[in-house]
């Protein structure tokens, strides 16, 4: 079910930061959203996708190179910002820490996953609590939905990919039934939804 | 249920809190987050609530000692970053070719499987006669398994293979017997090395190293730890020693930093000079 307008732009307004999740099958929408962020977006963005250590990737150089916002793998305790989007490095699970830092952690895998979706939206939701924005995007497996419902639980605000738009719809699918999630959106309406992130915030300044 | 709602951030505070007066143990400088989620862990593993979780720290020194073992990340691969250990061989041990002792720490050691991947490179280096090595963690049952050597037979896929791609030519089963379903390191590799309990938040210099590795530890610490931790190691170095850290690991305060020169700006390799 999806809320109602005055209930979403609330939560807008007294958001601090934006997450982002995703794995099989979003990467070409995070390039769509990260290359959509104008120049002064209002909130520093977090973003975990799964990928193998294996191979190098040039998504933050590619990325960085056509986006308005500085792009960059996120890196050990360093303060969080607004105006610049951060990767979770692969193999390292991304967490957020009192104060607004980062710091990277190598436990375990979480269902198979590092980074883990799942610990770096929680950590978020401990940090900023209710001014959390968390969006989960299409992939494979179920990581990302305790996180969704952590925030949920913690009076954020959730925002899931309609798995019928999804490539991958088992992860936007296992957040929704875990988690009473506020939004359900196809991509156009994710895309709109950052636009409008960007007006209320900006109106406010 | 939500795993993350099991405790709060100021009920972990509590817990830092109880375990250093009760036990001693200072974990007031690591990475909240990242302890969270160690403790929900173990929460989990035992089955208790915070409640419970506390006074059986305060009750029961058995659980403690098992609350010590899981609150500590112990993951570890041997040649882990096969880049860094392809740089050690190329930038670091021809350096110290020409040294009569190099001695090696390696803070943090975990479960050992690093400290024998540089002891592979010392013997194909023909150093291994010459060289000592020191592992030391503030965890002792990861010590003992370092000590024994020996290691699950699932585990030795990733590690031949970070093995080769640290550019040798040779095949890690050298280095090892397999039995059944675990493999037990070669004994030449093991003599030359000495296991022991160190803690980096309260235990000092204890001997003069030509090499210290310290690596995926420092992330678990707050930036001043990591800045005191650092010092330790630049008193524990000799002149022109080398101080390795993790892929994610870096000097970070300049006026340390200034102490040293970069070798390897990708793997963090430094060597102290002055
Ligand atoms: C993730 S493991 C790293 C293992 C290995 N160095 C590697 O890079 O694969 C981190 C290790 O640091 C140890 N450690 C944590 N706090 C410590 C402290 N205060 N003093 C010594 N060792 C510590 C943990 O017990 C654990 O074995």
């Known amino acids: 079910m999806n809320k109602e307008a005055l209930y979403i732009v609330s939560k807008i307004k007294i958001a601090e930061i934006l997450l982002i999740g995703c794995s099989a099958g979003g990467f070409s929408i995070i390039y769509d959203l990260v290359l959509n962020f104008p120049e002064n977006f209002p909130l520093p963005v977090l973003i975990v996708i799964h990928r193998s250590r294996k191979y190098k990737s040039l998504i933050e150089e590619q990325l960085n190179l056509n986006s308005k916002l500085k792009v960059k793998m996120a890196e050990d305790k360093e303060q969080i910002k607004k105006g610049i989007v951060y990767f979770a490095p692969p193999d390292y699970h991304l967490l957020v820490e009192e104060g607004g830092s980062l710091s990277l952690d190598y436990s375990e895998p979480v269902l198979f996953c590092r980074p883990a979706i799942d610990a770096t939206f929680q950590s978020a939701a401990d940090v900023y609590k209710e001014k959390v924005i968390a969006v989960l995007l299409s992939g494979a497996n179920e990581d990302g939905a305790e996180g969704i419902a952590y925030v949920s639980e913690l009076n954020g605000l959730t925002v899931v990919q309609d798995p019928d738009f999804a490539e991958m719809r088992t992860m936007p699918q296992a957040a929704i039934e875990k988690a009473n999630v506020d939004l359900i959106l196809n991509n156009l309406q994710i895309t709109e939804l950052m636009n409008e992130i960007n007006q209320v915030k900006n109106l406010l300044e | ?274």
């Open chain 2, 1 to 274: 249920m939500l795993t993350a709602k099991l405790i709060s951030l100021e009920q972990v505070e509590e817990i830092i809190g109880l375990v250093a007066k009760v036990y001693g143990f200072d974990f007031s400088g690591y990475s909240r987050a990242s302890i969270k989620r160690r403790i929900v862990r173990i929460m989990l593993m035992k089955q208790v609530t915070v409640f419970e979780l506390k006074s059986q720290i305060i009750n029961d020194s058995g659980f403690f000692e098992e609350f010590l073992q899981e609150i500590t990340v112990n993951v570890t691969e041997m040649f882990r970053d096969p880049g860094f250990f392809k740089a050690l061989r190329e930038k670091v041990l021809p350096y110290l070719s020409t040294y009569p002792r190099i001695k090696v720490w390696n803070a943090g050691c975990s479960t050992g499987e690093e400290l024998y991947s540089f002891a592979i490179l010392l013997a194909e280096e023909n150093l291994y006669d010459r060289s000592f090595l020191y592992g030391t963690d503030i965890n002792p049952l990861v010590l003992e398994t370092a000590k024994r050597g020996i290691y699950d037979l699932k585990k030795m896929k990733q590690n031949s293979e970070n093995y080769i791609a640290s550019g040798s030519i040779r095949s890690l089963a050298n280095y090892y017997v397999a039995h059944y379903d675990a493999v037990s390191i070669n004994s030449s590799l093991k003599k030359n090395t000495l296991f022991s309990m160190h803690n980096l938040v309260t235990d000092g210099v204890f001997n003069e190293f030509q090499i210290i590795s310290c690596r995926n530890v420092l992330i678990y610490f707050t930036v001043e730890l990591q800045e005191r931790v650092l010092n330790l190691f630049y008193e524990s170095l000799c002149p022109l020693g080398f101080l390795c850290l993790g892929s994610k690991e870096f000097l970070r305060n300049e006026e340390l930093a200034r102490k040293f020169r970069v070798i390897d700006k990708i793997e963090n390799i430094y060597q102290k000079i002055e």
